[in-house]
């Protein structure tokens, strides 16, 4: 007998036609269900199936169903051979539905997941409490409706394990409305995982400002402690928002709640406090966790450095990583380049990306090539960065002809640039800051005419410009500002103190730099729009709202401009205070009348 060599089955089991009524029935069922749960491939699967279809052992239910089970969702499984069992069930019940479904779902196969959840409904089989779940996993936006609409119908819709996960299924579809529709009306039957789901839902779909207000409620109406999800979805958008203060109370949360060291949200953690402006705090996380630190922490560090223009500090902490052992892999290196990129470390940069290659066998890929690319622009050897561009393996992306525009704008190439922008509007992006760039490179240059070509360009492929805007957290609250913004209910004080600031900057020498407005408007107007821009609202706002001598943190989501560079520098000096922008991907440190860039970003 094959399966018996294969398994050996306790004697009793191949009794051929069982009585149902027997006693044994029970126990008899308990040794056929370890017998399948015990395969551990499909060829042992299949003898078994065979012998068992051969003993008339078919037809028992509890049989069947865990054969389509193990067969559908074991590692080893198939879900053709699954549905081959399945076929041949008579009557199959819900957990034979359930099984296949969830098959599809792990498969990824959301659409005949979706089928079989279909043929389900149609044969008359209920769904039950178990369905819903998995089901909801494998919806797209269009079916969402169809089955919330059956869950009501059947009863389930006070089912809180499938309320949780319908919030969970609408976010996925980016249908947050309805995901907090559904969480609302689930009053006092909300658990840890409502919130979670709700916070997902959010944080899925990049709302962040939202998923802290539901952290802050969840914080007032419940005692219950948040789960780690929701701590890590809570840092994520800390990260985003720049909003240290939330990101402290997550740290807190963290400490008190998830018991035992975590690498994952501890790197979290140090990823936050650098993305909210405080590299320091996070350093200083990064050197408390110890020998606990993995590839991804000094990922997270050595890049936090590096967009700090600490380029010294990041090679040290790679060189750090090396004598621990770790084994560096591309995302490090990208982050080392950076280093060298934004702290003008040239010959370093170049020995690096050699290293990469011959010492750690890393194959440089785009991201890579743009890194080198950014170094040799800025530190001006354009030409090199262009000839690099032309000998890479693969085609050179967007953002490559974008760092080589803005190395151009830098360094006041016209020629280079205009090479630069024409390769890179053949890509077809439609990014009005690229177009603004090359008219910028022109207004340099004073070639007003060709400003307003690029202008008119724009113009005609209607692509709209991203409005600049600059946002604060004061109070644990994130307060937003667009250029020319009048819509704060502050917004009296905030000119008003924006006028006080620009009269003592006169004595300090200030003029506004227009060369940064593109229009071909009348000097005083290009004065106007320069004073309120959006980060000199933020300033003025934190300057009414916080202490005296506290640190100001500004995030935005545009590059700054040269104006507002420059200005910030002067308050920092005037006003005392340290000011931090994080310009989309680097951060500025203003302190005593300089910034941390060099002027260089
Ligand atoms: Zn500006
Ligand atoms: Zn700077």
Redesign the pocket.
Same mark, same amino acid.
């Given at each position: 007998m094959v399966v018996a060599s294969i398994i050996t089955p306790p004697h009793h089991f191949f009794i051929p036609n069982d009585n149902p009524l027997d006693p044994d029935f029970t126990h008899r069922d308990q040794e056929c269900i370890s017998l399948i749960k015990g395969c551990r491939n499909i060829d042992e699967f299949r003898q078994l199936h065979g012998h068992i279809l051969k003993l008339g052992y078919f037809s028992n239910p509890r049989c069947v169903g865990s054969l389509v089970a193990e067969c559908a969702l074991s590692a080893w499984g198939s879900m053709e051979y699954a549905q081959s069992i399945f076929r041949q069930i008579d009557d199959p019940g819900s957990f034979e539905f359930n099984a296949m479904i969830r098959g599809y779902v792990k498969d990824m196969n959301s659409k005949r997941a979706l089928a079989t959840y279909l043929d389900m409904v149609k044969t008359g089989v209920a769904p039950d409490n178990y369905t819903y779940p998995v089901v909801l996993k494998a919806c797209a936006s269009g079916e969402g409706n169809t089955i919330h609409g059956q869950i009501v119908k059947l009863g389930f819709s006070e089912d809180v394990f499938v309320e949780n996960s319908l919030i969970a299924a609408y976010g996925r579809c980016g249908r947050v409305g309805d995901s907090c529709a559904v969480f609302d009306r689930m009053d006092l039957r909300k658990t840890v995982a409502s919130w979670s789901a709700v916070i997902a839902a959010h944080a899925g779909n990049g709302m962040w400002t939202e998923c802290l207000d539901l952290f802050r409620q969840m914080s007032f109406e419940t005692s219950s402690r948040a789960e780690e999800s929701i701590v890590v979805n809570v840092l994520s958008a800390c990260s985003h928002l720049g909003a240290v203060e939330w990101g402290r109370i997550a740290h807190a949360y963290v400490l008190r709640n998830l018991l035992g060291h975590n690498a994952a949200v501890e790197t979290l953690l140090i990823y936050m406090y650098i993305r909210c402006g405080r590299l320091e705090k996070g350093m200083r996380l990064f050197r408390e966790m110890g020998r606990r630190r993995n590839v991804e922490t000094y990922s997270v560090a050595i890049s936090g450095q590096a967009s700090y223009g600490g380029g010294v500090e990041a090679l040290e902490t790679f060189d750090e990583m090396l004598r621990s052992g770790l084994e560096p892999d591309d995302v490090v290196y990208v982050g080392v380049l950076n280093g060298c990129s934004r702290a003008g470390l040239v010959d370093e940069g170049l020995r690096y990306f050699d290293r990469m290659r011959i010492e750690h066998g890393i194959e440089p890929t785009i991201q890579h090539y743009g890194c080198m690319v950014d170094l040799l622009g800025r530190a001006g050897r354009i030409r090199e960065a262009f000839d690099l561009v032309e000998t890479m393996p693969m085609k050179p992306n967007n953002v490559i002809w974008r760092s080589l525009l803005s190395s151009c704008k830098l360094h006041r190439e016209v020629a280079l640039g205009e090479v630069a922008a024409r390769n890179l509007f053949r890509l077809n992006t439609k990014n009005a800051s690229d177009y603004l760039m090359l008219a910028s490179i022109y207004a340099q240059a004073e070639r007003w005419m060709d400003v307003s070509k690029t202008r008119v360009k724009m113009a005609s492929m209607r692509i709209g410009q991203v409005p600049?805007s600059s946002w604060v957290e004061v109070n644990k609250k994130v307060q937003r500002f667009v250029s020319n913004d009048m819509s704060h209910p502050q917004r009296h004080e905030i000119y008003e103190t924006l006028h006080q600031m620009e009269w003592q900057l006169r004595f300090e020498g200030y003029r506004p730099d227009t060369s /940064?407005v593109l229009l071909l408007v009348e000097e005083d107007e290009k004065k106007q729009r320069?004073r309120s !821009? &959006? /980060?000199?609202l933020a300033i003025a706002f934190s300057l009414i709202n916080t202490l005296q001598g506290s640190p100001i943190r500004i995030a935005r989501n545009v590059r700054? #401009? &040269?104006? #507002? !560079?420059k200005?910030t520098k002067l308050i920092s000096v005037i006003y005392e205070r340290e000011i931090v922008v994080r310009d989309r991907n680097i951060f500025h440190h203003f302190r005593d009348g300089s910034c941390s860039c060099k002027d260089y970003w």
């Open positions: 600049g /940064q320069l !821009h &959006s /980060q000199k700054m #401009c &040269s104006d #507002c !560079h200005y």
